[in-house]
């Protein structure tokens, strides 16, 4: 942006608005009143393209060759897409020897903050001042701001908006942490409470760092956000405090996440990242939490329980009245080894699938012979019975689908497809 200069000659019985040059000609005139305008930001003194959110200082110099004798008011920056702070305003005082002449100054400076990119417009401000005509005589007049213009822009294609990020030129991020015993258990508390701070900025245009959390291991409470400005030898800083306290309703490993705030440094022209370390909490249950905690876990346990006490008493009935099952027969008789119950309950298994009676009819492969042989001897164990149980049941079903499948062969290779 151009930097802006305005002039204004004033005798004091009449406002004319001139430029510089016109000002230092009319010499004849010892009152007088001149008044200049600019913008400027931390990285430029003249300000024609800033950036969002960036704060744009609006200077008002106001220069007398007598001497101010009230108070100066400045009108209000009402501009839309414009955000500013005119509240507690101080001018510094000073003077500067011009040909010959002493000349009292008032410097003023406003802070003024766009949000979106865009063209912008300061419209002329109405400034009030009074200064001294003669001893015990005084004149008040209103001057006016020229117009200035600028235009803002996002500061770097990575600031997309979907995560929080402001413009400052020196920022900082710290966290405290705070917990209400030594050693936490459940119904205690943890406090974390989160200071961003920023210079050339307003408290207002620092984003919320914190996004409060919850979960069922613990309940939330959010303090309204504690949102301070300063002011101090010409610069403004800001800070923004967020409180969160976490009442704690279960034992075990709680975990707070990190936490990253985008910062453009204005004075800099670099984008950098804020960032928060997280942090994991131990947590001793107490017994009313554990029961809650896993609450879900022991009602299907006694859900299962119950299921199988159930199957239990229903096989137990229908079983009292009928044979039990040869799997669970060949199982408890190869547990207690009684070897003579264990041949026995093959040998039906055998004549149930293949109606033969004998081991050696119902395969030829070696494997079967060892096994069979095995059986009938003293080498015989539990594996061994399991095995040839298996093997008798997979054959037997392997023999009935190739008997049923048979037929259908022949009749394919009697009638080929063609």
């Keep these: 942006m151009r930097r802006a200069l305005m002039f204004v000659l004033l005798p004091l019985l009449l406002t004319v608005t001139a430029p510089w040059g016109l000002a230092a000609e009319e010499s004849s005139d010892s009152h007088r009143v001149l008044i200049k305008t600019w913008l400027t930001t931390a990285s430029q003194k003249d300000a024609r393209q800033v950036a969002v959110n960036e704060m744009v200082t609006l200077h008002i110099d106001l220069a007398t060759s007598t001497w101010f004798t009230a108070g100066t008011r400045i009108g209000k920056i009402t501009d839309p897409g414009l955000m500013t702070s005119q509240r507690s305003l101080k001018a510094v005082n000073y003077t500067e020897q011009q040909q010959g002449t002493a000349w009292s100054h008032q410097s003023w400076e406003i802070p003024v903050f766009v949000t979106q990119s865009g063209q912008y417009v300061i419209q002329p401000i109405p400034v009030t001042v009074e200064v001294s005509l003669s001893p015990g005589q005084n004149k008040a007049a209103t001057l006016m701001t020229p117009e200035l213009r600028f235009s803002a822009s996002l500061p770097s294609p990575a600031l997309t908006g979907q995560r929080p990020w402001f413009a400052a030129s020196g920022a900082s991020l710290e966290q405290t942490w705070q917990q209400s015993a030594d050693t936490l258990r459940a119904g205690d508390s943890i406090t974390r409470r989160i ?18 959390l919850f979960d069922d291991a613990y309940q939330t409470y959010v303090s309204p956000s504690d949102l301070q400005d300063s002011y101090n030898r010409g610069m403004y800083s800001a800070s923004r405090t967020e409180q969160e306290t976490y009442v704690l309703q279960a034992g075990g490993e709680i975990g707070f996440p990190p936490i990253e705030v985008q910062w453009w440094d204005s004075q800099n022209q670099q984008l950098n990242t804020l960032t928060l370390e997280g942090k994991t909490f131990a947590v001793k249950h107490t017994l009313q939490s554990w029961l809650k905690y896993y609450a879900p876990w022991l009602i299907a346990v006694l859900v299962l329980f119950a ?25 408890r008789a190869a547990r207690r080894k009684d070897w003579p119950q264990c041949r026995q309950l093959i040998y039906q298994r055998l004549y149930e699938k293949t109606h033969l009676t004998a081991l050696a009819d119902f395969a030829q492969d070696e494997k079967w012979a060892a096994d069979s042989q095995r059986l009938m001897s003293e080498q015989i164990d539990s594996r061994l019975v399991r095995s040839v149980w298996r093997q008798i049941t997979h054959r037997a079903k392997a023999q009935s689908q190739y008997q049923v499948l048979q037929p259908l062969r022949q009749l394919a290779r009697r009638y080929p497809p063609l």
């Design 307 to 331: 299921l199988a006490l159930l199957a239990f008493q229903l096989a137990k009935r229908y079983f009292a009245s009928r044979p039990l099952p040869s799997r669970y027969l060949l199982w």
């Design 195 to 212: 200071t961003l701070k920023g210079e050339s900025t307003l408290a207002v245009m620092l984003p919320n760092p914190s996004q409060p």
